[in-house]
């Protein structure tokens, strides 16, 4: 017991463990419930049927879907939960609103320069993702950052308006550079943004062997730091960016190359989700002390590039807590633009492009991952006889007195009774003094006596901390179609929250307090915390489930980071992804489907063959042919299941 954690007490869900009257509910009472109104950004709403909507804006109109209406379109078409729902329109809009908030933000404090996005394609490098930004984000002649050579190989295939940048970081070698170098010989803007002095030698090189001015920035480590999850990586303890001292040494090494010329942006990113508008507002103005003083040095210069660090309100709560934000995005770019101005203005060094790398904004709202439940596990015991058996153990029996005789005055007691009763019982079971259905009834008393607390918890005048931790443990567990390794890496690697809730129903009260399993074995394949504007929840009220009644669950805001981060635990691969477009009339179009990985698939991942385990698994059948085993029909049966298993999904299939 001393191994559960404290976390502090959430009188909201203990209360409605124990609240089971069907008092009067509505979908405006769901909305509040799970907060959908603060995290959903008015993207997702709760309709009048209890049904979660995803509302996609057309000028001053818009057009409201249920995910549901989507999710009955999937199974018509043979695709199984879970899948990764893609809205394009949501996409587009943030790339709108992105571009159209700076461009305000210029024209409203007389910016002398413009804005120009690049899309950071670590953050999603799936390729229709990618191609709808660089189809839609032409308009704004929104680019691609590119932080390795395939993602450059992406940005140079997808990019199809010439005013649009590359921006290359990371480490960079000889084919990289060959490569940036062939697209600004082409007439793209590619820049090589340099981390380390150690790449400058290698692009003059380069450059010159092969005659071919290349675009240079150089990415600063900035002091300043930044609150939420990534501060520890932030400021000094970066380990991106050069000092100022190699930054000097690279402007030496291009003056002495007679290439200064080339160096004519800035770079500097100071963290992801950065969830305090300070710490931009710090960082900004630090960049730019540097990007004057390369202009001091002599350098064009002519773009300000400042990263990435847009965050997105995952919790709702509007704060500076680590999974929010205390801004919104037109103050977001008032800010950049109005400290790029006073600080450049001050040195009267004009006006440069500003560049941001918004990754995680652009692309959070656009992924929904759909699954549904495929069985609960309650806590509160089924069938306790009324009465102890006959033959039942002295300790079964004092357990059972116990369990009559608690009441919100002795809960405590209660509590101490009952495990020391059933740590006798396991004591009598190792020894080989009871059986195992004894034991099983005693197990069962027990767990009836905690429930039992648990729910009169509320009414204890004193509650001790084991005892508060008590409803947490005797949660439900929901178990569902899905992995978090896979498909919800963060919550597993960097513990990040993201909203989740029920998709329909939400016109009846939710009745039960649960976690949500996955399909892997692994005791992290687990979801106990859950984004919510009042504060962290430690359970999530879900509706109860009969056995073989669909019901369906949505995690929001996943289009950052999730997908490519994913692995392959347990061998669970890819899920199915469609894509859909939302029309003005409501009506929508699955644009694309992209069906996740079959078995086979993963296999291989793994350097199996499929085709030789079909052979091997032949071959065994054979010998029990030959055996006598079984007959060439079942071997025949046996083959097809098989190969079928190969063929199909990975996930559980009904
Ligand atoms: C990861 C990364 C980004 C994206 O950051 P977001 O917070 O997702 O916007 C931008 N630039 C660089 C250099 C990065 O490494």
């Not at 450059?207 to 520890?232: E, F």
Request: hydrophobic share 40%; with cysteine; aromatic share 8%.
């Amino acid at each position: 017991m001393s191994t559960i954690p404290d976390r502090p007490r959430d009188p909201r869900t203990i209360s409605a463990l124990t609240d089971t009257s069907e008092e009067q509910w509505s979908a405006a009472a769901s909305a509040d419930l799970y907060g959908i109104r603060e995290w959903g950004a008015d993207y997702f709403h709760v309709n009048d049927d209890g049904l979660v909507t995803v509302r996609v804006p057309f000028g001053d109109k818009s057009a409201s879907v249920p995910l549901m209406s989507i999710v009955q379109g999937m199974k018509e078409r043979g695709l199984e939960m879970p899948v990764v729902l893609r809205i394009e329109n949501l996409l587009d809009h943030r790339i709108t609103q992105l571009n159209e908030a700076f461009a305000k933000a210029i024209a409203g404090a007389g910016y002398r320069n413009e804005y120009r996005g690049v899309f950071p394609i670590k953050v999603n490098q799936q390729f229709h993702v990618i191609e709808e930004i660089a189809s839609f984000g032409a308009r704004y002649h929104h680019g691609l950052e590119a932080g390795s050579k395939a993602e450059l190989i992406i940005a140079l295939s997808q990019l199809e308006d010439p005013e649009s940048l590359i921006v290359c970081n990371g480490y960079k070698d000889a084919e990289f550079i060959e490569l940036g170098l062939y697209a600004v010989q082409m007439g793209i803007r590619c820049f090589f943004v340099a981390e380390t002095p150690a790449e400058i030698p290698i692009i003059i090189e380069r450059s010159k062997a092969m005659g071919i001015r290349p675009l240079i920035g150089v990415r600063m480590k900035l002091s300043a730091k930044v609150d939420g999850y990534w501060a520890a990586d932030s400021g000094d303890q970066s380990i991106f960016g050069l000092t100022p001292s190699q930054l000097i040494s690279v402007i030496d090494q291009l003056k002495a190359a007679d290439m200064l010329d080339c160096l004519q942006l800035l770079h500097a990113h100071i963290g992801s989700q950065i969830p305090n508008i300070r710490n931009i507002r710090v960082g900004v103005l630090e960049a730019c002390r540097y990007y004057v003083s390369l202009v001091e040095e002599g350098a064009p210069m002519g773009y300000l590039d400042l990263g990435g660090g847009l965050a997105v309100d995952y919790d709702g709560t509007r704060s500076n807590s680590t999974h929010s934000m205390n801004y919104r995005l037109d103050e977001y770019c008032v800010d950049i633009v109005e400290a790029v101005i006073e600080t450049l203005d001050s040195a009267d060094v004009p006006h440069p492009v500003i560049v941001t790398e918004s990754g995680r904004a652009t692309v959070a709202y656009s992924s929904v991952l759909l699954f549904n439940v495929l069985d609960v596990r309650k806590p509160e015991p089924a069938n306790l006889p009324a009465q102890p058996p006959e033959d039942a153990h002295e300790l079964i029996v004092n357990l059972a007195t116990v369990m009559s005789s608690i009441t919100p005055s002795n809960l405590q007691e209660s509590f101490n009774d009952a495990l020391y009763y059933r740590d006798e019982v396991y004591e009598l079971f190792r020894h080989g003094q009871m059986n195992l259905r004894h034991r099983a009834l005693a197990d069962k008393y027990c767990r009836a006596v905690l429930y039992k607390i648990a729910q009169l918890l509320p009414q204890a005048r004193r509650v001790s901390p084991e005892l508060e931790a008590l409803p947490e443990l005797l949660s439900d567990v929901y178990y569902g179609n899905f992995s978090v390794f896979q498909s919800l890496p963060d919550i597993w690697a960097i513990d990040q929250l993201f909203p989740i809730m029920p998709i329909e129903r939400l016109k009846e009260k939710p009745t039960r307090q649960a976690i949500l399993a996955d399909l892997t074995c692994d005791c992290d394949g687990k979801i106990d915390r859950f984004a919510h504007p009042n504060g962290e929840l430690t359970r999530l009220p879900l509706h109860a489930v009969n056995r073989g009644e669909e019901y369906h669950l949505a995690v929001f805001l996943v289009g950052a980071y999730q997908e490519t981060l994913g692995d392959l635990h347990n061998l669970f691969g890819d899920t199915n992804v469609v894509s859909v477009r939302i029309e003005e009339d409501g009506h929508f179009e699955f644009v694309r489907e992209f069906q996740g990985d079959r078995i086979a698939d993963v296999l291989t991942y793994v350097e199996y063959n499929p085709q030789d385990m079909l052979e091997k698994f032949r071959k065994s059948a054979e010998r029990a042919v030959r055996r006598g085993k079984i007959s060439p029909a079942a071997r025949k049966e046996m083959l097809q299941a098989f190969t079928d298993s190969l063929r199909g999904y990975t996930y559980f299939e009904r």
